[in-house]
């Protein structure tokens, strides 16, 4: 039976979530692109309210405090529900660039790494310390969560929705390139 390397394994797993995430996130933001300003800010019922402050919350928690915690060993203090970015197209193109970020940083990180603790305090200050793999896991589920929100609320709008299942995303992977 051959031995799996665990190294390449971790960064095979992570290294795919990361790049589904960059296509993922892509897809989303290109038809929230098209979604008329008013109903973009408007309140349809999810936990952050509208598709902005949903937008607004993902940036906080995958790019503000999850990147800062794995990349720096940082841990700011901000409140989930923030909203960095006012403005529409910047906050899209935050959210692009911020999950591009994602694919060096895995790509850097010692084998051994992945089997650790990830120690961090919590958007309110208290300590706390995780498995690393696991804690990584969620933050691409996390933004898998509040792409699979904001869809439905396309959806709920009458707006194209675009198909944003990881098989889609394997299939597009393997498509010759043109």
Same mark, same amino acid.
């Given at each position: 039976?051959?031995?799996?390397?665990?190294?390449?394994?971790?960064?095979?797993?992570?290294?795919?979530?990361?790049?589904?995430?960059?296509?993922?996130?892509?897809?989303?933001?290109?038809?929230?692109?098209?979604? +008329? *300003?008013?109903?973009?800010?408007?309140?349809?019922?999810?936990?952050?309210?509208?598709?902005?402050?949903?937008?607004?919350?993902?940036?906080?928690?995958?790019?503000?405090?999850?990147?800062?915690?794995?990349?720096?060993?940082?841990?700011?203090?901000?409140?989930?529900?923030?909203?960095? $970015? +006012?403005?529409?197209?910047?906050?899209?193109?935050?959210?692009? *660039?911020?999950?591009?970020?994602?694919?060096?940083?895995?790509?850097?990180?010692?084998?051994?790494?992945?089997? *650790?603790?990830?120690?961090?305090?919590?958007?309110?200050?208290?300590?706390?310390?995780?498995?690393?793999?696991?804690?990584?896991?969620?933050?691409?589920?996390?933004?898998?969560?509040?792409? *699979?929100?904001?869809?439905?609320?396309?959806?709920?709008?009458?707006?194209?929705?675009?198909?944003?299942?990881?098989?889609?995303?394997?299939?597009? $992977?393997?498509?010759?390139?043109?």
């Amino acid at each position: 039976m051959a031995t799996v390397n665990a190294s390449s394994t971790w960064h095979a797993h992570f290294s795919g979530q990361a790049r589904y995430h960059v296509w993922a996130t892509h897809r989303l933001l290109e038809a929230v692109s098209r979604v +008329p *300003g008013e109903d973009y800010q408007r309140d349809v019922g999810l936990f952050f309210k509208s598709i902005h402050g949903t937008l607004n919350h993902m940036l906080v928690a995958e790019h503000l405090l999850w990147y800062a915690r794995f990349a720096k060993g940082k841990s700011p203090v901000l409140a989930l529900n923030s909203e960095i $970015e +006012p403005d529409r197209e910047r906050l899209a193109q935050a959210l692009k *660039g911020g999950s591009a970020n994602w694919t060096p940083l895995i790509a850097g990180l010692p084998a051994e790494r992945f089997d *650790g603790q990830l120690d961090y305090r919590t958007s309110q200050g208290e300590p706390l310390s995780l498995p690393f793999a696991a804690t990584l896991a969620h933050v691409f589920n996390h933004a898998t969560h509040h792409r *699979g929100q904001i869809t439905a609320a396309l959806t709920a709008m009458g707006q194209p929705c675009p198909e944003l299942d990881m098989v889609y995303f394997l299939l597009a $992977e393997q498509a010759p390139k043109a």
